[in-house]
């Protein structure tokens, strides 16, 4: 009976560290994916715009707010 309760607590350990490790991993993956739409962003706003007109420019120019509003620039 203690070797079985000794089992299923060395379990439940594993259990934790795999979840541990998973939760590690996802946190470097929305880090990574961050820093990579930051780059996109960057790079948008470092695009001209002046040869957009009407809904484009329009556009355009609402992605730019959202950006600088986002980042705080």
Sequence with gaps: ????????????HQRYAIMNERVAETK???????????EKDIEFL????DHLQG???I???M???KIREKYRL
């Design 28 to 38: 470097k993956f929305n880090e990574m994916q961050e820093a990579r739409q930051m």
């Design 1 to 12: 009976m203690n070797r079985r309760l000794q089992d299923i607590r060395d379990l439940g």
């Design 63 to 65: 992605r730019r707010q």
């Design 59 to 61: 556009l355009a120019q």
């Design 55 to 57: 809904d484009a420019l």
């Design 46 to 49: 470092s695009k001209p715009i």
